[in-house]
C-alpha cells in the first residue's frame, strides 16, 4: 500500500461457510512445475526484470541512495509495508523468483512439485547456504519462517493476509525438502512467495523476538544488515559468501558493490537535488514535476515500473451512508474526473487508471475500464434518483443532512507528497459540481492508522494493494476480510464476487482463470466499489555512473545485487 501502508492485519476468520464451494472446486487444481505464464494481453508489471548491461563490472565501492519512505520494522514478516520490502529485498533471499511474463524460475528452491488437487507442494531446496550468522538454510529454517509469518504474536499483515485462509502446514520431509499443505487449491502461490515479503530469514536471529528482528533481521542475501539509525538511513554491507542469487540474476557471485548507504529523504525536491548534485547515485521516487527532466538529462537514466495488483485507488465506504447506495457511487465517479485529476497533478509521470486492477496485472482485461468517464449529467442524474437534492449553497441534501464525505489521508513522512494531495484536491473541487460536499482530513499516522478501519469513521480514503496475482482483488474485497485493517477498507458484502475469485484461485486452468478474474473485475467496476486513480509506480532515478540496477517484478523492488559504481 501507499498512503495507506500495509499495515498490521488481525487474523483471518476460517473459511468454514466456503467450505462446501472448496472442496467442489479443489478438482480443478493441476500440477504446475513453475508458474504459468501470464495472461496474453498482460505481464507482471511493466518494466522490470535483469537487464544485460554493456561494460565490464567494477567491485568496490558505496552506493548512496535516496527513499520517499522509513520502514516501521525491518523484519517484512512483520506489520508489511512497501519501504520494508524495498529494502529487505538487499538482504533477504525468497523460495522463488518471479520473471516478468509471469513465470518463476528457482532461487532457494531449486525445484518443485505440486500435487494434482493442488493441496501440497512440495519444495527442494538449494544447499550449502548459509544465513549471515551462520545458520544453515535447510527444511527445518523453511518451516520455521512460515511458524513466524503465521504466528500471530508476530502481527504479521500482509503475509498472514495471503496465506492464513489457505494454511494447513509445513513440516521438513528431510533435510532440504519442505512439504506445504494447505486447506484449498491457491494456484497463485508460488507467484505470492517470490515476494520479499516471504523472505527467509535466520531461525536463530528469529528467536530473538520481535523487536530485536525489528531492528536487526538476518537473511542469505547478498548484503548485510549493518546499522539501523533511525530518521536517517540504514546501512548494509556486502556479504562476501553470497552464492544463493535466483536464477534470472544476471551476476551469479556476490555483490559488486562493498555497500548501500539507505537514505531517507522524504522531501521530493531533495531527493531530487541530491541525485543532480551527485550527493546519491540513485533515487526513489522521481518528484513528478522532475520527470521530464530526469528523462531528458544526458547523465540520468530512469526506469518506470507499473506494478501489478489494486493500484492506487479511492476507498469507498459501502457500509454507511452515503456510499452505501450504489448509484452514489457511480455518481462519485462519473463526477470525480480521476483520469484528468492524475493527470493535472502527476504531469504525465504517471498513467491513469480506470479498472478494478493494475493494467500490468495478470488476466487484466481492459472490457470493464473507464465505465465511469467525466460526465456531471450522469452524475447529477444519478444522484437526483438517490433522493440527494441540490441546496441553496450547491451541496446536496437528504432527509436534512448535506452530503458530505470525509475523507481521511496521512500525513507522515512520505506518506502524501505535493502531487499527491494535489489530485485529492482535483477530486475534490470536481466532485463538488455535482453536489459533493468533500471534506479532507490530514492525519498524523498515528491517528491515521487508528481512524482508518473504524466503521464510520470515514467516508473515503486513498490507498493501494501491490501483489502479482489477481487474487489481491480478493483480499481487497471479500467478506472475509471485511473490515480487516487495510484489506476490506470498503467493507464490500458481495458473496457472488468472493464466489467468483474463490473459483479463480481454486484451478490452474488458465481459460476458467481468465473468464472468472475477468467477471470479477465486471463485477467491482459495475459496483464502483471504488475511484481508481492509477496504477502504482517505481520511478528510479539513476546516475550514469551505476549500472546494472534493475527491478524485481512482484513488489517493483529495486535491485543492487548486480549494480555496480563505474570508477
Request: overall charge negative; some cysteine.
Amino acid at each position: 500500500m501507499k498512503s495507506s501502508l500495509k499495515t498490521r492485519l488481525t487474523a483471518l476468520a476460517a473459511f468454514a461457510a466456503l467450505a462446501a464451494l472448496t472442496a467442489v472446486l479443489s478438482a480443478c487444481g493441476g500440477s504446475k512445475s513453475t508458474a504459468a505464464a501470464a495472461d496474453t494481453t498482460s505481464v507482471v508489471g511493466v518494466g522490470a526484470g535483469a537487464k544485460k548491461v554493456e561494460g565490464t563490472p567494477v567491485k568496490g565501492g558505496t552506493l548512496v541512495y535516496g527513499t520517499d519512505r522509513e520502514p516501521t520494522c525491518l523484519d517484512p514478516h512483520n506489520f508489511g509495508d512497501m519501504p520494508q520490502t524495498y529494502v529487505s529485498r538487499q538482504y533477504l533471499d525468497s523460495l522463488v523468483s518471479m520473471q516478468p511474463d509471469g513465470t518463476v524460475v528457482p532461487w532457494l528452491a531449486t525445484s518443485w512439485d505440486i500435487s494434482k488437487d493442488g493441496l501440497t507442494y512440495t519444495f527442494h531446496l538449494k544447499k550449502g547456504v548459509k544465513f549471515t550468522d551462520g545458520t544453515d538454510f535447510d527444511a527445518d529454517a523453511v518451516v520455521a519462517n512460515f511458524k513466524q509469518i503465521l504466528d500471530p504474536e508476530t502481527e504479521s499483515s500482509t503475509d498472514l493476509v495471503y496465506l492464513d485462509p489457505i494454511w494447513k502446514g509445513a513440516k521438513a520431509i528431510d533435510k532440504y525438502t519442505v512439504e506445504i499443505d494447505l486447506k484449498r487449491p491457491y494456484s497463485p502461490l508460488l507467484d505470492v512467495l517470490g515476494q520479499a515479503f516471504f523472505g527467509m530469514e535466520s531461525p536463530k536471529a528469529m528467536a530473538r523476538g520481535i523487536k530485536e528482528n525489528c531492528v536487526s533481521p538476518v537473511g542469505t542475501g547478498p548484503f548485510i544488515l549493518k546499522d539501523w539509525k533511525k530518521g536517517q538511513q540504514i546501512d548494509l554491507v556486502r556479504n562476501d559468501n553470497y552464492n544463493s542469487p535466483p536464477a534470472d540474476a544476471n551476476n551469479q557471485g556476490p555483490a559488486y558493490l562493498e555497500g548501500i548507504t539507505w537514505r531517507f529523504l522524504p522531501d521530493p525536491s531533495v531527493r531530487w537535488q541530491a541525485l543532480k548534485s551527485g550527493e546519491v547515485q540513485a533515487i526513489f521516487s522521481i518528484p513528478p514535476e522532475d520527470f521530464a527532466a530526469a528523462q531528458s538529462d544526458p547523465d540520468i537514466e530512469v526506469q518506470q515500473f507499473t506494478h501489478a495488483g489494486i493500484g492506487h485507488y479511492i476507498v469507498l465506504d459501502d457500509s454507511e451512508p452515503p456510499f452505501n447506495d450504489i448509484k452514489v457511487r457511480q455518481a462519485f465517479n462519473y463526477a470525480a474526473n480521476a483520469p484528468a485529476a492524475v493527470e493535472s497533478a502527476y504531469q504525465g509521470a504517471y498513467p491513469v487508471a480506470t479498472s478494478a486492477v493494475s493494467s500490468g496485472t495478470p488476466f487484466y482485461t481492459s472490457k470493464y475500464a473507464n465505465l465511469y468517464p467525466h460526465n456531471l449529467a450522469k452524475a447529477e442524474k444519478l444522484l437526483d434518483e438517490a433522493g440527494w437534492k441540490k441546496g441553496a449553497n450547491g451541496v446536496r441534501e437528504k432527509d436534512g443532512k448535506p452530503l458530505t464525505v470525509k475523507w481521511i489521508y496521512s500525513t507522515g513522512p512520505g506518506e502524501t507528497p505535493p502531487a499527491e494531495l494535489t489530485l485529492y484536491q482535483n477530486i475534490q473541487a470536481a466532485a463538488k459540481e455535482a453536489g459533493f460536499d468533500v471534506t479532507l482530513v490530514p492525519q498524523p499516522q498515528a491517528k491515521y492508522l487508528e481512524e482508518a478501519n473504524v466503521p464510520a469513521d470515514f467516508d473515503a480514503e486513498p490507498t493501494y494493494w501491490n501483489c502479482p496475482t489477481p487474487m489481491c482483488m480478493y483480499i481487497v474485497s471479500s467478506e472475509e476480510t471485511y473490515n480487516q485493517l487495510f484489506a476490506n477498507m470498503s467493507k464490500i458484502k458481495n458473496p457472488e464476487l468472493d464466489q467468483t475469485l474463490l473459483a479463480a484461485a481454486a484451478t490452474t486452468d488458465r481459460d476458467k482463470q481468465k473468464t472468472l478474474y475477468a467477471k470479477a473485475q465486471q463485477i467491482i467496476a459495475e459496483n464502483a466499489y471504488w475511484v481508481p486513480t492509477y496504477p502504482e509506480q517505481s520511478l528510479l532515478g539513476i546516475s550514469k555512473s551505476l549500472k546494472g540496477v534493475w527491478i524485481e517484478p512482484s513488489e517493483g523492488e529495486p535491485v543492487f545485487s548486480d549494480a555496480w559504481l563505474e570508477s
